[in-house]
């Protein structure tokens, strides 16, 4: 049976039903799943806790949902097609079944090395195919797995690590990217010089020349010799940790967000359905990297729990040339495409000319998430991609909560431009005033909460409870704060306005402002750092650094580019500052705390009225600071 939503009042309804008897509602829908044993308890929860269980004491494995519950039905269909970086390079094409056996045998693999249920094992590999067989093999023995996307440094990858306490990393050699190609496992081998692990497995994809350390780096075409294709999934617990998955907050290093079987499971699957209005046969694509939450629950998880045919993609979007997307579109006659604004406003800048050889007449679904989708972006979208026939989802949700949580169901829920539109069934919003008081009825703008668990919610943040407590649970009594500012329109539509907190948002990349002041500092000559984020036409939003420095025998454009070189080795290239501004102090108040306001307006070239000064240490480092504006 499926749980397709099909009308706008059959939105309405599900929606009501999901908020009057919500234990009724995940019910229902949690037993289309194969379950080893039902749950005695749909839900237990506290938000002071945080303690939240969906699906008490039920017994599963997620990948028995996956494989043995349709392996009858579809097994013959194709799970994953491959489209590598360089589109001469022979595509591929995986079936369930193989996928199947696959998975089954590198769980074999990740056994025969040690590892067991509850141990943790990064996953640092570019978008080929054998990352999703490590996910999933690593669900299958009920290993935690922890993705960091490969674009993240040695530095970042080892505090991750470190943080984890893993015991093993799937990697690869090399990674492919345009017409480069790029050390990956040398990056391992700098992190593990600060970190340890047992084992390191090897995917080799470029064939570049790697050091191999005997004993506890093993190439993964051999360790698959004479493995047995068959398994038996290991049985965990509805609340048993699928994986974790570090984020950037307001402060502090990237916190490890725990997401659990049963919830996640049941929530992915259902979102995915309905948001995207997906059909058996379909051919479903998510230009995101499996490095970010987006790839977990809507390139793998979601989509392969709904039976669906899944387009995994090696490249980048502007490789050979700017048409990419859409020669890979009309390649495999896409039906959903689902991508971020700022890839939208990288190809728009190149004008129609690159759309035009290519019909794009597949596609019925166009998707955005990872920062608000301003109008202009998601009209060129609508128009030039979507060809004015194909409904836009704008989807709202976070590292946290696991699935989407504010979006339309294609075709169903009247657009709006840059709108998000209506919560899922299931989740509960509530906007609320800095006094944490709930603003009801329409035409209201605050700060965005939910009020109610959602299954695929963030359960911990690995090792450090009290800090998921404090980030989440804290500032507004008795909800989860999402971070985000956010407005009801008259029609009750949300729009979301971005974050009112120091996290930026940079190509859809999230990032803590401390984060990376923390990586400026680490310059030797750097005294002190200030980083803000200021609105940027292709990425949304650029980074803008304020820094003072010991300038002695040293150019500034030298030391701009050192403190650009320091900020990729510690956090990785995403987070390397666009702008970056010498400055002799920074605007702080008596009590020391800098005056971020003053500096966001600088950047974004705001001049006068900066709003009340009176309360500066010395105002006249203001003054220095819009003269050398950059
Ligand atoms: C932050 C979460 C969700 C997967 C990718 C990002 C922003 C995300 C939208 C959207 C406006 C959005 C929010 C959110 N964001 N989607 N459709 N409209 N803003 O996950 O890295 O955890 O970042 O991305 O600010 O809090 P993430």
């Known amino acids: 049976m499926s749980d397709r939503i099909h009308t706008l009042s059959g939105y309405f309804h599900e929606y009501q039903k999901s908020v009057t008897e919500p234990e009724k509602f995940w019910a229902r ?55 590598p970086n360089d589109p001469n390079e022979e595509s591929r094409n995986i079936t369930y079944k193989q996928l199947y056996k696959d998975v089954c045998q590198f769980a074999n693999v990740l056994l025969s090395k040690g590892i067991q249920k509850g141990d943790r094992v990064i996953i640092y590999m570019p978008m080929i195919p054998e990352a999703a067989v490590a996910m999933l093999a690593c669900a299958r023995i009920g290993a ?20 984890c306490e893993a015991k093993a990393i799937l990697t690869s050699d090399g990674n492919f990217r345009g017409n480069k190609k790029i050390a990956v496992k040398a990056v391992v081998d700098e992190a593990l010089e600060k970190s340890s692990v047992d084992t390191v497995i090897v995917c080799k994809r470029t064939g570049q020349d790697v050091i191999m350390k005997e004993g506890r780096d093993y190439w993964w075409s051999e360790c698959l010799e004479g ?29 490890g967000v725990v997401h659990t079987t049963g ?101 019925k679904v166009l998707g955005s ?57 299931g989740v509960q919003l509530c906007i609320v005033n800095a006094d944490g008081k709930e603003l009801t009825g329409n035409s209201v703008e605050g700060n965005l909460c939910i009020k109610f668990p959602w299954p695929s919610m963030i359960r911990t943040t690995w090792g450090d409870h009290d800090r998921c407590k404090q980030t989440y649970f804290s500032t507004y009594k008795g909800m989860y704060f999402t971070g985000d500012g956010v407005k009801r329109d008259h029609d009750g539509y949300y729009r979301i306005l971005g974050r ?57 454009e030298n030391l701009v580019n050192e403190i650009k070189d320091t900020v990729s080795k510690i956090i990785g290239p995403i987070a390397k500052p666009d702008k970056i501004q010498v400055v002799s102090g920074l605007p702080k108040t008596r009590s020391g705390k800098i005056m971020r306001r003053i500096l966001r307006k600088v950047a974004e070239g705001v001049t006068e009225n900066l709003g009340d000064t009176s309360t500066l240490l010395d105002p006249e480092v203001v003054k220095e600071i819009i003269d050398g504006r950059k």
């Not at 948001?275 to 939450?293: E, K, M, N, R």
């Not at 502007?318 to 990419?324: L, V």
């Not at 998601?378 to 704008?394: A, L």
Request: net charge negative; hydrophobic share 40%; charged share 20%.
């Open 227 to 255: 493995i047995s294709t068959d398994h038996k999934a290991e049985t965990v617990d509805s609340e048993d940790p699928l994986f974790i998955l570090y984020t950037s907050g307001s402060t502090g290093k990237p916190k």
């Open 369 to 425: 998430v990872g920062e608000p989708i301003n109008e202009e972006a998601w009209r060129w979208y609508y128009t030039h991609i979507g060809k004015s026939r194909c409904p836009i989802v704008d989807t709202w949700w976070q590292t946290e909560t696991g699935g989407i949580m504010v979006s339309p169901i294609a075709g169903i829920t009247p657009t709006k431009p840059a709108y998000a539109t209506l919560p899922l069934p």
């Open 144 to 163: 935690i797995h922890s993705v960091v996307f490969a674009g993240f440094s040695a530095s970042a990858l080892a505090d991750r690590i470190v943080d």
């Open 500 to 556: 009112v907190d120091d996290v930026i948002n940079v190509s859809g990349h999230r990032m803590g402002t401390a984060e990376v002041e923390n990586a400026i500092n680490e310059h030797p000559l750097v005294i002190e750092s200030a980083v803000v984020g200021y609105p940027h036409e292709v990425k949304g939003q650029g980074i803008y650094a304020y820094v003072i420095c010991d300038m002695t025998n040293r150019t500034e």
């Open 263 to 363: 919830g996640y499971m049941v929530y992915t699957k259902y979102s995915f359905e309905n948001v995207f209005q997906y059909s058996p046969g379909d051919v479903y694509w998510c230009t995101a990297d499996i490095g970010w939450i987006t790839g977990h629950s809507y390139i793998v998880y979601g989509p392969l729990l709904a039976g669906a045919t899944t387009l995994m993609f090696e490249g980048v979007p502007t490789f050979p040339d700017a048409g990419r997307f859409w020669a890979v579109i009309d390649k495999y006659k896409v039906n959903q495409f689902y991508t971020a604004p700022t890839a939208i406003r990288a190809l728009q800048a190149h004008g129609t000319e690159p759309i035009e050889p290519y019909s794009l007449d597949s596609l």
């Open 29 to 83: 829908i949690a037993d289309s799943f194969h379950w080893q044993k039902r749950w005695d308890q749909v839900l237990e929860w506290d938000f002071e806790g945080p303690d939240v269980k969906w699906f008490v004491n039920g017994k599963l494995n997620i990948t028995e949902s996956i494989f043995e519950k349709n392996l009858f039905t579809h097994g013959d269909r194709t799970a994953i097609i491959w489209e």
